[in-house]
């Protein structure tokens, strides 16, 4: 089981920017690929970004490509979430997820507690 504390989320405006960040501790975490989700109101859960703690494989999603920049650091065994060029529909809880490699993303084992997003127009 991985555990994971978010922290970073808050109020920007439109074009601005703010950085997630995940940190995960667990004996075996580097089975793992981290990824970052994000529920709006009345819309699905989407998966934003992920990346493998190993390879450090990365995928993002296309609705924020170009905008938005997952890494890790391995020392800190925290993940991140760069999201620039922000806007108002990026507004949703963003949350940390863990997944064992190759399972994909059906059912992550392991959810952070949640961050509120919202970008003001």
């Known amino acids: 089981q991985v555990q994971l504390v978010e922290s970073g989320g808050g109020l920007v405006q439109a074009g601005g920017s703010l950085r997630l960040s995940c940190a995960a501790s667990?004996?075996?975490?580097?089975?793992?690929?981290m990824g970052w989700f994000r529920r709006a109101p009345g819309k699905e859960r989407e998966r934003v970004a992920s990346?493998?703690?190993?390879?450090?494989?990365?995928y993002v999603a296309d609705s924020v490509k170009g905008r938005f920049t997952i890494s890790r650091d391995n020392v800190k065994n925290t993940v991140y979430l760069q999201m620039n060029s922000l806007r108002p529909e990026d507004t949703a809880v963003y949350y940390c997820?863990?997944?064992?490699?190759?399972?994909?993303?059906?059912?992550?084992?392991?959810w952070g507690q949640g961050t509120q997003v919202t970008v003001s127009s």
């Open positions: 997820a863990a997944a064992i490699t190759g399972t994909g993303w059906a059912s992550p084992g392991s």
């Open positions: 667990g004996r075996t975490i580097r089975s793992y690929a």
């Open positions: 990346i493998t703690w190993s390879a450090g494989i990365t």
